[in-house]
């Protein structure tokens, strides 16, 4: 079982960077891959950024590439995502997930936060 908690969320300009992050519970955290998703109103869930367990390879949305970045941390169970020249379409619920294979459905994730939300005014 993992319990997954993100924060860091908030109300910023169109331009300016956030910086989410994402505390795992647990002592298996390297097992799993993990990911960054997003929800805006009315839409569905959607995949922004991905990590594999050691970090060696990291996978993105082409709507945020150049702009996002996701890292972690295992020695502190924390996965972040540094998002830079942020978007009025960027404004979302951000949620952090876990799964073993580094899949990018939101149907396949075996572990979810309870979001985080992030308003860009423009």
């Known amino acids: 079982q993992v319990q997954l908690v993100e924060s860091g969320g908030g109300l910023v300009q169109a331009g300016g960077s956030l910086m989410l992050s994402c505390a795992a519970s647990g002592r298996t955290f390297s097992t799993y891959a993990m990911s960054w998703f997003r929800q805006a109103p009315g839409e569905e869930r959607e995949f922004v950024a991905g990590?594999?367990?050691?970090?060696?390879?990291?996978y993105y949305r082409d709507s945020v590439k150049g702009r996002f970045t996701i890292s972690r941390d295992n020695a502190k169970n924390t996965v972040y995502l540094q998002m830079n020249s942020l978007k009025f379409e960027d404004t979302a619920v951000y949620y952090c997930?876990?799964?073993?294979?580094?899949?990018?459905?939101?149907?396949?994730?075996?572990?979810w936060g309870k979001g985080t939300l992030v308003t860009v005014s423009s």
């Open positions: 990590i594999s367990r050691s970090a060696g390879s990291t």
């Open positions: 997930a876990a799964d073993f294979f580094g899949r990018r459905s939101p149907t396949l994730m075996n572990y």
